[in-house]
């Protein structure tokens, strides 16, 4: 019994030891570790599941609606996330864990698990919490472009790639 207790106050300490004297590899170049993928995902999966309150109300998924939340993906999405005219976005490979790419692998969880993780980003990842940034409206829109994203209507769709290929900001193409 008493080794067991042992055993059990071991392994924090350890694992704190491990953390603290700096063996964890700081890099978010290297490649993604098998087990933490294995792992990370499926806890998001669980712990969001378990937090995101349902949707209050249908999403707009209206034309005009639908684009509202294009703009608002290629402005503050697809750097990280991939657009139509850069399916791998620019910061791909930049991130640890990696930013999903999203045309090729649309976002597969309920709506309202979306916009919990849009509003309030993901701890200790590249994910932002976008509820200290957007309007609750543009959280709603852009949440609805997602769930679109694999059968957009064809002029939202035919704005996209015109969006995508011209960025709004012009800083980026002056350099
Ligand atoms: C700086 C990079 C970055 C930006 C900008 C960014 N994200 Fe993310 N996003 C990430 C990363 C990294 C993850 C993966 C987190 C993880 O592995 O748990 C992620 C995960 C997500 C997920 C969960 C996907 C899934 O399948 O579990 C959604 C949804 C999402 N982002 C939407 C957005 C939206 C919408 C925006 C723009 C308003 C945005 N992201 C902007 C980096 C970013």
């Given at each position: 019994?008493?080794?067991?207790?042992?055993?059990?106050?071991?392994?924090?300490?350890s694992?704190?030891?491990?953390?603290?004297?700096?063996?964890?590899?700081?890099r978010?170049?290297?490649?993604?570790?098998?087990?933490?993928?294995r792992?990370?995902?499926?806890?998001?999966?669980?712990?969001?599941?378990?937090?995101?309150?349902?949707?209050?109300?249908?999403?707009d998924e209206?034309?005009?609606?639908?684009?509202?939340?294009?703009?608002?993906?290629?402005?503050?999405?697809?750097?990280?996330?991939?657009?139509?005219?850069?399916?791998?976005?620019?910061?791909?490979?930049?991130?640890?864990?990696?930013?999903?790419?999203?045309?090729?692998?649309?976002?597969?969880?309920?709506?309202?698990?979306?916009?919990?993780?849009?509003?309030?980003?993901?701890?200790?990842?590249?994910?932002?919490?976008?509820?200290?940034?957007?309007?609750?409206?543009?959280?709603?829109?852009?949440?609805?472009?997602?769930?679109?994203?694999?059968?957009?209507?064809?002029?939202?769709?035919?704005?996209?790639?015109?969006?995508?290929?011209?960025?709004?900001?012009?800083?980026?193409?002056?350099?």
């Amino acid at each position: 019994m008493l080794g067991f207790i042992t055993a059990l106050l071991l392994m924090p300490i350890s694992a704190f030891a491990v953390i603290r004297l700096g063996l964890v590899d700081p890099r978010a170049d290297i490649p993604v570790n098998a087990i933490e993928r294995r792992v990370a995902m499926p806890s998001l999966d669980a712990a969001v599941e378990r937090r995101a309150p349902s949707l209050p109300g249908a999403l707009d998924e209206s034309d005009s609606g639908l684009i509202a939340g294009m703009a608002v993906y290629q402005e503050h999405c697809a750097l990280c996330h991939g657009d139509v005219a850069h399916p791998r976005a620019a910061l791909a490979e930049a991130l640890y864990p990696r930013a999903p790419q999203f045309v090729r692998d649309a976002p597969d969880m309920p709506a309202h698990e979306n916009l919990y993780i849009v509003e309030h980003g993901v701890r200790l990842t590249g994910m932002p919490a976008w509820g200290r940034i957007l309007s609750q409206r543009e959280l709603r829109q852009v949440t609805a472009f997602l769930a679109r994203l694999d059968s957009l209507p064809t002029p939202v769709a035919e704005r996209w790639k015109f969006q995508a290929r011209e960025p709004a900001d012009t800083s980026r193409r002056a350099r």
